[in-house]
């Protein structure tokens, strides 16, 4: 049993769409990581939250932590958002786990 | 600007060739880590480092070592690399209190071993 499930695993969407992708997970957490992967390798971290909303540029990320559930969502997308979004959880110090991912494709 | 720095980028070496992956950050953090890659896998922890001299086994430590002699490096070494080490590493930092603070990290090193 994971921990941390995302979904969908995949995603296709138009340019310009609204897109929501979700991480539930099954633990006691003190932060939780969205980090975002482009084809090509790199990852770069886009949040971390312990409670509520944050939101940089395009994107929006929600917790909420008595429904252990977080959501990050992509206003009016573009190709360039395509990667795969990793959610992560974090109990303190180096006990953490990871999401199986969720691979978004953005079509002009 | 702040950052981890990875070397190589891309590596092809052959079975028994001891190797180091380098990385380096500029940020002044306590904690770092290594990570491996794998389709199907996805992200699994190597071996982590809380502060200098302090270092500890990831999930899969089998085959690496590290050592943390400076608070800015930690290398990643293959004593005698073999096949199933082919993968895509990643080291990142971050200041103290590990997956409590954003992670930082560094463009990867595409590893094969033949």
């Known amino acids: 049993k994971n921990e941390v499930e995302q979904s969908p695993q995949n995603l296709t969407a138009q340019e310009g769409e609204f897109i929501t992708i979700n991480c539930s997970y099954s633990?006691?957490?003190?932060?939780l990581h969205w980090l975002q992967q482009h084809p090509g390798g790199g990852i770069v971290s886009l949040f971390m939250?312990?409670?509520g909303k944050k939101k940089h540029g395009r994107l929006i990320a929600t917790i909420n932590i008595q429904e252990k559930h977080s959501s990050l969502h992509i206003t009016a997308s573009h190709p360039r958002d395509s990667a795969v979004y990793i959610c992560?959880?974090?109990?303190?110090?180096?006990?953490?786990?990871f999401g199986t991912g969720t691979s978004l494709t953005v079509i002009p | 600007e702040a950052q981890v720095t990875q070397n190589p980028r891309y590596l092809i070496t052959v079975t028994g060739k001891k190797l180091t992956v380098t990385c380096s950050q500029n940020?002044?953090?306590?904690?770092m880590s290594w990570y491996r890659q794998d389709p199907g896998l996805g992200l699994r922890q190597i071996y982590y480092?809380?502060?200098?001299?302090?270092?500890d086994k990831g999930d899969v430590p089998e085959g690496y070592k590290v050592s943390r002699k400076e608070k800015r490096n930690f290398p990643l070494i293959l004593e005698s690399p073999s096949p199933n080490q082919t993968s895509l590493y990643f080291c990142?930092?971050?200041?103290?209190?590990?997956?409590?603070?954003?992670?930082?990290f560094g463009d990867g090193t595409r590893l094969s071993i033949l």
């Open positions: 633990v006691g957490i003190s932060a």
């Open positions: 939250l312990s409670s």
């Open positions: 480092s809380m502060n200098v001299e302090v270092t």
């Open positions: 992560a959880v974090s109990r303190g110090g180096n006990q953490f786990y």
């Open positions: 940020m002044n953090h306590e904690y």
């Open positions: 990142a930092s971050s200041s103290r209190g590990g997956w409590d603070q954003p992670q930082h």
